[in-house]
């Protein structure tokens, strides 16, 4: 049993493989990350955030929204609106693959978007 063992990790070592033991059966971690937006408000409003149609959440002044979700892969739609009506963001669209982080800085200059990787 002993040499056995010893040969299976001599393989992994020597290979540089590892091993992954997943019940759900939904694949590597590393190929299933979650997308991630942050809102971030530079205003003294609280502001409405949608995306695809869809509200998303409010942000209050000089707070910061973060939206997690593993649906947020390929093309999207932002718009955000101040609840008083006198600043709009977007429609802007943008693309988000596995894994990334799209920050969206609101400013009552307008909007600036920023990727990473965080």
């Known amino acids: 049993?002993?040499?056995?063992?010893?040969?299976?990790?001599?393989?992994m070592v020597v290979s540089?493989?590892?091993i992954w033991i997943d019940d759900e059966d939904d694949g590597p971690p590393c190929c299933n990350l979650d997308e991630t937006v942050i809102y971030i408000n530079r205003t003294g409003f609280?502001?409405?955030?949608i995306i695809d149609d869809q509200p998303v959440g409010s942000v209050g002044p000089d707070e910061t929204l973060t939206i997690v979700s593993p649906?947020?892969?390929?093309q999207h739609?932002?718009?955000?609106?101040s609840r008083d009506g006198s600043l709009t963001?977007?429609?802007?669209y943008f693309t988000l693959r596995d894994g990334e982080v799209f920050r969206i800085y609101l400013e009552t200059s307008g909007s600036t978007a920023v990727f990473g990787t965080d």
């Open 1 to 11: 049993m002993r040499r056995w063992f010893g040969f299976v990790l001599l393989v």
């Open 16 to 18: 540089g493989g590892c």
């Open 46 to 49: 609280v502001v409405d955030n």
């Open 71 to 74: 649906d947020l892969d390929g």
């Open 77 to 81: 739609e932002y718009t955000s609106f």
């Open 89 to 92: 963001w977007g429609p802007t």
